[in-house]
């Protein structure tokens, strides 16, 4: 699996120019508007110009997050259309997956991953080690430091093998790094120290061999003191000899603050000096914090969207680029932010953006 990556990530370099040529009129047709393929119209298999299909002819693969299935029949339609990757957006932590002490249930989120493998999708998991979506017999639980130490392996063994070989890259632990640089104080701190880092990797390394395993974290997109913690986290863990492949990048951006494209491209390009590989696991733009008119603030975000796809094309560690869901209508942001917004690629009908466009531009190396 870690091979097939590589690879895919360095022939990227040799499909980059034949495919944005091949696939530039179809790219530009859509990018005129209208919705990107009507399936069922057609007679013959000519290609689409999905993401997806325009992703794969430069060697990267392209994904969203995804809730539980089966919902309205567009969402399908329209995840299976699009996107090659996908990531179960909260069905695959902690409070899901194991909602009472040593009782685990996987049937939510197989039915994701299933779909996902029928639709020859790569599934990314999120996440393993979290200070977040904690459920409360774990939280009030009261256990001692070896109680947590045993709750953990379990948990990583049992997950981890239950998805082995189905999960292509696990986010094994998301969000250890505070703004300020230092180790976040979480319940697994508390409950086996700093090194729990380390341990989580290997336990998830002995879960899934084959698994492509990621350090996730958000705020450390360009350059600065968060993403100059996690780089020297994730150096330190190579030197140990720690199972470590890849960083994840979530971007999590609005169009009044993002990082600019060149710091993301220095931040990307030194991590994979590291020899890892580099995600962007979470992407989506908000776009509330604004007062322009709503076409200029929708032109905004199709800017940083396309930048950063650009971004992820020209850097050879980056092989994935994935959003924080698609449509509109399902978005995380309403619910954390308190406003509404309008951070994906699709609107709430399911019709393709001004930033839907621009990743077709970037893709078709417009
Ligand atoms: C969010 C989900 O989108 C929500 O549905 C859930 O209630 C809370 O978590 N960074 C992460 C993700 O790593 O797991 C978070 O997902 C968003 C921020």
Known sequence: MLGDLRKRASRRRLLAGAASLGLGALATACAGGGPPSTPAAKPTPTPEPSLRGLAQARGLKIGSAALPLPREPLYQETLAREFSMLTPEYTMKLDHLQPAQGRYEFDQTDAIVDFARREAMDVRGHTLVWHGALPDWLVDGGHTTGELRSILRDYILTVGKHYRGKVVAWDVVNEAIRGDGRLRDTIWTAGLGPGYVDVAFRWAHEADPDAMLFLNDYGGEGMGPKSDAVY??????????????????QMHVSIARSPSPEDVASNIGRLGGLGLEVHITEMDVRVQDSTLPMDERLAAQARIYGDMMRVALDA???????????????SWIPDFTGNP????????AYRPKPAYRALVEALSGA
Do not use: I, N
């Open 341 to 348: 917004d309008a951070a994906l690629l699709f609107d709430e």
């Open 232 to 249: 020297s986290l994730a150096k330190e863990m190579v030197e140990r000899g720690v199972p470590l492949h890849g960083a994840g990048l």
């Open 316 to 330: 050879e560690a980056c092989t994935a680029f994935v959003t924080w869901g698609f449509t509109d209508r399902h």
